[in-house]
């Protein structure tokens, strides 16, 4: 950051009084800027035995298959945020099942909230972020085609917990070190 989105003039990073540590501090109008991670919100649309898939059909990871997400906007809630997000890449209409899995992902700033849902329906279609849009079976799914190590760890997670029948919540985290190695073989 170079000037302040308050009032346009140039600003330096230091510690801002009684905090612990640095933030971008305009020089003119002393407005503190806090730089905070993004959240992620996403589902696992569900249909019976099986689930929607998108192929990507933008960067980073063009061509590789993810389950409908993205970043969350101001004015909405996780659960709105993570529907909306479904219709836009899949064309899919869901029923929010419950909260399912958060994954920090400190290292790039985002936090991912990823809710079970089931379709409402069979309407679903290739939306604009996406070449393809699919529902698979545990079997169809081509581990080595997804797009991001949180997606990997996310669909083994719900697949072990559907073999249990038994769906708790999830925390975990996605390191720099796991994403590089996921980047790297891929």
Same mark, same amino acid.
């Given at each position: 950051?170079?000037?302040?989105?308050?009032?346009?003039?140039?600003?330096?990073?230091?510690?801002?009084?009684?905090?612990?540590?640095?933030?971008?501090?305009?020089?003119?109008?002393?407005?503190?800027?806090?730089?905070?991670?993004?959240?992620?919100? %996403?589902?696992?649309?569900?249909?019976?035995?099986?689930?929607?898939?998108?192929?990507?059909?933008?960067?980073?990871?063009?061509?590789?298959?993810?389950?409908?997400?993205?970043?969350?906007?101001? %004015?909405?809630?996780?659960?709105?945020?993570?529907?909306? =997000?479904?219709?836009?890449?899949? %064309?899919?209409?869901?029923?929010?099942?419950?909260?399912?899995?958060?994954?920090?992902?400190?290292?790039?700033?985002?936090?991912?909230?990823?809710?079970?849902?089931?379709?409402?329906?069979?309407?679903? $279609?290739?939306?604009? =972020?996406?070449? =393809?849009?699919?529902?698979?079976?545990?079997?169809?799914?081509?581990?080595?085609?997804?797009?991001?190590?949180?997606?990997?760890?996310?669909?083994?997670?719900?697949?072990?917990?559907?073999?249990?029948?038994?769906?708790?919540?999830?925390?975990?985290?996605?390191?720099?070190?796991?994403?590089?190695?996921?980047?790297?073989? $891929?």
């Amino acid at each position: 950051m170079k000037y302040c989105n308050q009032c346009g003039s140039k600003g330096a990073y230091g510690i801002p009084q009684g905090d612990d540590r640095p933030r971008f501090i305009c020089d003119n109008c002393q407005t503190i800027h806090y730089q905070n991670p993004k959240l992620v919100v %996403g589902c696992i649309p569900l249909w019976e035995d099986r689930l929607l898939m998108c192929r990507r059909a933008i960067q980073p990871r063009y061509g590789k298959w993810t389950i409908p997400a993205g970043f969350l906007e101001i %004015g909405e809630t996780v659960e709105e945020g993570a529907i909306r =997000e479904t219709y836009e890449e899949a %064309g899919a209409k869901v029923e929010i099942l419950k909260p399912y899995a958060l994954y920090n992902l400190s290292f790039i700033g985002q936090v991912y909230l990823i809710f079970l849902s089931r379709l409402e329906d069979l309407n679903f $279609r290739v939306g604009y =972020e996406s070449l =393809e849009v699919r529902l698979l079976e545990a079997h169809e799914i081509v581990w080595e085609e997804l797009a991001f190590p949180v997606i990997r760890e996310v669909l083994q997670l719900y697949f072990k917990d559907a073999s249990k029948g038994i769906f708790n919540f999830h925390i975990a985290d996605i390191t720099l070190e796991m994403n590089q190695k996921f980047m790297a073989i $891929r």
